[in-house]
C-alpha cells in the first residue's frame, strides 16, 4: 500500500521525454520550491524548461528525488532555502507552521504562496493563505501567484490552459520579479494589487463557472417552459380528445422539438440586449450614463448565452438524425405504405412540400453552420488571433445573420401552419409562432437602426456627442475621410 500511495499523480512521461530538462547553465538564476507534491513537480518542471536553476526542498529527499526533472536538486529544506532569493511555498495551509524552523534563512527572502484553501477552509478563516503566512514570517516578503494555474497547466505548457496568472503583494519589487519569473515560463502575469486582494485571489478556483449560472438558469427554464407547452399540445391533447397514447414521444420527439426553440430564443436574447442599449442611447441623447444594472449584467454574458444557443441547435441536429431510427418511425412508415397501397396510390408526390423540406433543411444547415463559426471564434485563442475589426464582424455581422437564417428556418417549417385550425390544439398556437416573436422585434429594430437618420445619429452618440452638452460636433462628410476614424 505504502507503494501505490508513492506513486505521482502527475506522469513523467513529459518530463523524461524532453531532453531539455536535463540541464541548466549554471549562471541561470536559482528558484527554490518548498514541498514535494504534485503541484511542486509540475512547478519544477515548469521552472528549470524556462532556464531556471531549481533546488526542491523535501522533508524526505532520497524518497521523492525521482519524481522530479534530473536537473532539479533535491535536497533538505534548510539546504534548500539557503542561496535562492525567491522560494515558492508549495504546502497546504497547515503545515506553514513546520516550516517555522527556517525564520532565519527565510528572512529578507521573497515567499511565493501557490495554496489554495478549501471552501470549508475559506469560510472558516477571515484571512487568506498568503495573508497566514506573512504573519508566520514578517521578515519575508510574501507574493500570492499561480495559485489559479492547474499542475497540469505547469506541467505541459500555458498553451493548455489559462495564460494569465494573477500576482498580488504589498511589495512592488516582489511582484515584478514574479512577474519576469511568470513571463519567462510563458504566462501573462495580471496585477490584482496588494496582499489583500489575495483573499479574493484564493477565492477563484472554488468558483464552479460563475459566469454561467445566470444564462444556464435561463436557458433551462426557457427548456421547461417549451417542453411543458410542446406536452400539452403533442402528447396530453391527443390523449385527451381523441383517446390516443402518444407518450413514447417524450424522450425524443417533444426533446427535439423544444431544442430548436430554446436555440432561437437564446441566439435572440443575445442581440436584443444590444438593441436595448442603443435605443437608450438614442433616447437619452448620450453615451455617458450608466445602463440599468440588469441590462450591463445581460450584456456581460452574451457569450455564454450565445453558446448555450449553440449547444441546444447542436443537439437539435443530432436527435433529428436519431428520428429515422427509432421504432415509432417505420412503424409509421409501414402504415402510410399500407395506406398508399389501400388507397390504390401508385405515386405519392406533394411538390410544395418537397420544397418545403428542402429549402427548409438547406437553412437549417447554414444556421447551425453559422452558429459553430460563432462558437468557434468565442474560443479565447480563437479571438486573441483577430484584431477587432474582425472579431466584430463576425460576432455583430454574421451573428445577425444566423439569427435571419435561423428566423427563415423556422418560417420555413412553420409555412401555412399558422393558419390551420387543426394546429391550434387546445386553443394554444403552434410553438414556433411563440419562438418568432423576439427574433423578429430583434431583426426589425435592427433594420430600423440601418436608416440613415437613425444610424448617423447613433454613431455620433457613440462617438461623444451628447444632445445637451458641451460636446457637439459632426461626422467626417468626406466618404473617405469617415472611414479612417475611428470607432472607439
Request: positive net charge; charged residues 20%.
Amino acid at each position: 500500500m505504502s507503494r501505490e500511495m508513492d506513486k505521482p499523480l502527475i506522469s513523467l512521461h513529459l518530463v523524461d521525454s524532453d531532453t531539455s530538462l536535463a540541464k541548466v547553465p549554471d549562471e541561470a538564476p536559482k528558484v527554490g520550491i518548498l514541498g514535494s507534491g504534485d503541484f511542486a513537480r509540475s512547478l519544477a518542471t515548469r521552472l528549470v524548461s524556462s532556464g531556471f536553476r531549481v533546488v526542491v526542498g523535501s522533508r524526505n529527499p532520497k524518497r521523492t528525488a525521482g519524481l522530479f526533472p534530473s536537473a532539479a536538486q533535491v535536497t533538505f529544506q534548510e539546504e534548500a532555502v539557503r542561496s535562492p532569493e525567491i522560494i515558492f511555498v508549495a504546502v497546504f495551509r497547515e503545515h506553514y507552521s513546520s516550516l517555522c524552523g527556517l525564520s532565519d534563512q527565510l528572512a529578507g527572502k521573497i515567499l511565493v504562496d501557490v495554496s489554495n484553501p478549501t471552501e470549508q477552509e475559506h469560510l472558516q478563516h477571515r484571512e487568506s493563505n498568503a495573508e497566514y503566512l506573512a504573519s508566520l514570517f514578517p521578515t519575508c516578503t510574501v507574493v500570492k501567484a499561480f495559485n489559479v494555474i492547474s499542475a497540469w497547466t505547469l506541467q505541459a505548457g500555458p498553451r493548455d490552459g489559462n495564460r494569465q496568472v494573477p500576482i498580488c503583494s504589498d511589495q512592488p519589487e516582489a511582484k515584478r520579479a514574479v512577474s519576469e519569473m511568470a513571463i519567462a515560463m510563458g504566462f501573462m502575469p495580471v496585477d490584482m494589487g496588494s496582499l489583500a486582494s489575495a483573499r479574493e485571489m484564493e477565492a477563484m478556483p472554488l468558483r464552479l463557472l460563475p459566469a454561467w449560472k445566470v444564462p444556464t438558469l435561463l436557458a433551462l427554464g426557457l427548456f421547461i417552459c417549451f417542453y411543458a407547452y410542446n406536452f400539452v399540445r403533442d402528447v396530453l391533447q391527443p390523449y385527451v380528445q381523441e383517446s390516443k397514447n402518444k407518450f413514447f414521444k417524450l424522450p425524443v420527439s417533444v426533446v427535439n422539438t423544444t431544442l430548436p426553440c430554446v436555440a432561437y430564443v437564446l441566439l435572440s436574447l443575445v442581440y436584443l440586449p444590444g438593441v436595448l442599449a442603443a435605443t437608450l442611447q438614442l433616447r437619452r441623447g448620450t453615451k455617458y450614463h450608466r445602463f440599468p444594472d440588469w441590462l450591463d449584467h445581460w450584456l456581460q454574458h452574451r457569450k455564454q448565452i450565445g453558446l448555450l444557443s449553440f449547444f441546444c441547435a447542436a443537439l437539435h441536429a443530432l436527435y433529428s438524425f436519431c428520428l429515422p431510427l427509432r421504432r415509432s418511425h417505420r412503424y409509421d412508415l409501414v402504415n402510410l405504405a399500407v395506406k398508399q397501397v389501400l388507397a390504390n396510390k401508385s405515386h405519392l408526390w406533394v411538390e410544395e412540400e418537397v420544397w418545403r423540406m428542402e429549402i427548409y433543411l438547406s437553412l437549417g444547415v447554414l444556421a447551425l453552420g453559422t452558429l459553430s463559426l460563432l462558437a468557434v471564434t468565442s474560443l479565447p485563442s480563437i479571438a486573441n488571433s483577430l484584431n477587432w475589426r474582425e472579431f466584430s464582424f463576425v460576432q455583430s455581422s454574421l451573428g445577425f445573420a444566423a439569427l435571419v437564417l435561423s428566423t427563415l428556418h423556422t418560417l420555413t417549417y412553420g409555412w401555412t401552419r399558422a393558419f390551420e385550425e387543426s394546429r391550434y390544439k387546445f386553443y394554444l398556437p403552434p410553438t414556433f409562432t411563440l419562438t418568432l416573436l423576439v427574433p423578429c422585434v430583434v431583426i426589425l429594430a435592427k433594420a430600423l437602426f440601418l436608416l440613415p437618420c437613425i444610424s448617423r445619429r447613433l454613431a455620433r452618440i457613440r462617438r461623444g456627442w451628447e444632445r445637451d452638452g458641451a460636446i457637439k460636433f459632426m461626422l467626417p462628410t468626406d466618404n473617405a475621410l469617415a472611414e479612417k476614424t475611428s470607432h472607439v
